[in-house]
């Protein structure tokens, strides 16, 4: 594929960095000289230094030839301008632009929705964009999901599976310090596979006869009722979180907020939780900005909301959120995310959350002692990766920082796959097939040797990253 991104700040240089790495032609576009000459340095592709929403220079990256136009620039109004400005003139170019305004992307949802079948019959997007990425909202979500887990660690959830990757780390002297994959059995009868493991740095696709140590982390695929039994054998244990602290009460931390307080006995988390109350009782909001304080009352007004600093002498003990079971830390300062969710962590709250800025800051996050990091940037990345795989990838995943990449593929008719038992495609090393969902069934299931793969078929599957062409390639769904 050939791609042009305008914006090369860090979401457009790692996307590029991927996407060159995927073998793609890309052409990179940003006006400020430092940045241009920054990536010109790190990336093998074309850097142009210009305004990125000019058709000239649009024509002189070679639009007219690209498969698509992803605008990551830090103005919105710039990235929807330049998707509509290519779309006047090459609509049929798939057209994606990160949008941080939440008014946007609920005022585009709405107005689709109203005029539904206008647009559907012409063939054509909302500001000529295929597709709006809202990197709060993806961020939000991951906290969220976090949070229905007790806090205690990061995972993945897959449409219409039971199924979910998890990510828990083995502690020293735990059931599972110094066990060979091969003999997890016999520890328990519990179903789960082991899809990746991260020692000292490096993440790897294991074998059968891999042994743990303690301070690995996995990346295990269970079910969400099994957690208790798998932290068990790692050495850890599924808390409580009935009382929650979310500081930052900016736009992410508003749909936060608003996804957790229910109103409705019947909530996802009150059921998870068991909780008897509205969960707002045990729920507060911090902000020094008077403003944020101001409209996140107003809001929520039977939430109650402090306007100071948590990190305040003494705040924290006055208002008893010491005791409280788990600190949410979302604020636009991703450091001193870090450093607050350190901080509560250290006068007594077990849990805690940080939106950081990538996965670099979330090793870090961790080594730390911060339960779970989100980073909103790879968040974003890997949502702009979904939508330029082609029809075939229905969702890209990156893990750590892309080494491995989880991919949701829908198995093309054409595909060399089609007929064959996963025992006679494997490749080990390159990639493992976590879960598949037959075309006439409603869910997942995790897949045996002699699962038999059929067009139409949709399969999950964790990649090397190094090896994604060549996999992608066998299972047909290369660009």
């Known amino acids: 594929m050939k791609i042009v991104i305008v914006g090369a700040g860090f979401t457009g240089t790692q996307l590029a960095k991927r996407l060159i790495n995927g073998k793609n032609d890309v052409v990179l576009i940003d006006n400020d000289d430092t940045t241009v000459r920054h990536a010109s340095n790190r990336l093998d592709c074309n850097v142009i230094l210009a305004d990125g929403n000019n058709l000239d220079t649009l024509e002189e990256a070679g639009i007219e030839d690209a498969d698509a136009l992803v605008c990551v620039t830090s103005n919105d109004e710039v990235n929807m301008i330049t998707c509509s400005l290519v779309d006047s003139v090459y609509p049929e170019i798939l057209k994606i632009a990160r949008v941080r305004n939440y008014a946007y992307y609920v005022n585009t949802n709405t107005a689709q929705e109203k005029h539904a079948s206008k647009l559907s019959s012409e063939n054509r997007h909302l500001y000529g964009i295929d597709y709006m990425i809202h990197p709060d909202v993806e961020a939000a979500e991951a906290i969220v999901a976090a949070v229905e887990h007790g806090a205690i660690t990061d995972s993945l959830q897959f449409e219409n599976s039971p199924y979910e990757l998890i990510r828990v780390t083995v502690e020293k002297g735990s059931r599972l310090d110094g066990i060979a994959l091969q003999n997890l059995r016999k520890l328990t009868e519990t179903h789960f596979l082991v899809s990746y493991i991260e020692s000292e740095g490096e993440t790897s696709l294991p074998s059968g006869g891999t042994i743990l140590q303690g301070g690995n982390c996995l990346g295990v695929l269970m079910k969400r009722s099994d957690l208790p039994e798998m932290l068990s054998l790692c050495g850890s244990k599924v808390k409580d979180v009935k009382k929650i602290a979310l500081v930052g009460a900016n736009r992410i931390g508003m749909i936060v907020a608003e996804r957790l307080i229910k109103k409705e006995s019947t909530s996802r988390i009150k059921k998870f ?61 991703y450091e001193m995310n870090m450093v607050t969710a350190a901080y509560i962590e250290s006068l007594g709250v077990e849990n805690s959350i940080a939106l950081v800025a990538n996965s670099a800051f979330g090793e870090v996050a961790r080594k730390i002692g911060i339960e779970v990091a989100v980073p909103i940037r790879d968040s974003v990345v890997d949502s702009i990766m979904s939508h330029l795989r082609g029809d075939s990838v229905t969702g890209i995943h990156s893990v750590n920082g892309g080494s491995l990449e989880i991919a949701e593929i829908i198995v093309p008719e054409e595909s060399e796959v089609c007929g064959k038992a996963l025992k006679d495609i494997a490749e080990n090393g390159r990639f493992l097939v976590l879960l598949v969902q037959k075309k006439k069934e409603e869910s997942f299931q995790v897949p045996g040797g002699n699962t038999v793969l059929d067009a139409g078929d949709k399969i999950v599957l964790i990649i090397n990253a190094s090896e994604n062409e060549h996999v992608m390639k066998k299972i047909g769904a290369e660009n």
């Open 273 to 333: 939780f068991g909780l008897k109350s509205r969960i707002s009782q045990d729920f507060v909001i911090v902000d020094s900005d008077e403003a944020n304080a101001k409209a996140a009352s107003e809001k929520f007004p039977h939430t109650k909301v402090f306007c100071s600093d948590i990190t305040e002498e003494g705040f924290v003990e006055e208002e008893g959120i010491d005791k409280f079971d788990l600190v949410i830390c979302a604020t636009s300062s």
